[in-house]
């Protein structure tokens, strides 16, 4: 009985999600209210409020969400790539999360620029910086874990997230970042470098 409710939950969390998402594309995050998810959802108000009491936590666990996919997309790198985890390998995957064309991307970006006015988005930022760091490292090979510290240097944050609100807002930025893709690589290659040496945190 009680696997068949957390069941029932899981359905219900994923359609609220699912709902919450296509309204947030549609409208944005600052322009969607409540009621604009319930109506969206086959739930009642009580139903919906019964899991998630405001949309800041709705987008909280569909930044989770995106944080699985990302997972999902370095374990498919991996699987696919002959080599060490070197630093190539390690550049390259940082540019395939810049040029993703997804609708969790389109909502992370969203949720970048919504951070701006909203403190409760602000406040979650460095959760979902945690968040990511441990889903990342535990989906690692053992051993290979220290390549990854970089992920929560401050500049590769704000560097990665701002290639991400260009692909998403500025028209021909992605198209142009695909066209020269092989050079965003030597970029981060060289920060890399300069991590490892201690120039840049």
Do not use: W
């Not at 374990?75 to 985890?85: D, E, I, T, V």
């Not at 970006?109 to 602000?122: P, S, V």
């Amino acid at each position: 009985m009680e696997k068949k409710k957390e069941k029932i939950g899981q359905i219900r969390r994923r359609e609220i999600l699912e709902a919450a998402k296509k309204v947030f594309l549609r409208k944005g995050f600052a322009d969607t209210v409540m009621e604009d998810i319930i109506q969206e959802t086959s739930l009642s108000r009580g139903g919906v409020y019964y899991y998630y009491i405001n949309k800041v936590d709705i987008m909280h666990d569909l930044m989770k969400q995106g944080i699985d996919y990302r997972v999902g997309q370095v374990k498919a790198f991996m699987a696919a790539y002959s080599g060490r985890m070197d630093q190539m390998a390690i550049a390259e995957m940082m540019v395939d999360k810049i040029l993703d064309r997804s609708d969790l991307m389109s909502l992370y970006a969203m949720y970048l620029q919504a951070q701006k006015t909203n403190q409760e988005l602000r406040a979650l930022f460095p959760v979902l910086v945690q968040e990511n760091f441990q889903a990342v490292s535990a989906g690692m090979k053992e051993g290979e874990d220290p390549a990854f510290q970089m992920m929560t240097s401050r500049f590769l944050i704000a560097f990665i997230n701002t290639m991400i609100l260009g692909c998403e807002t500025l028209e021909g930025a992605r198209d142009s970042f695909l066209r020269n893709r092989s050079f965003l690589v030597e970029i981060l290659m060289a920060f890399i470098k300069a991590y490892e040496n201690g120039k840049v945190d």
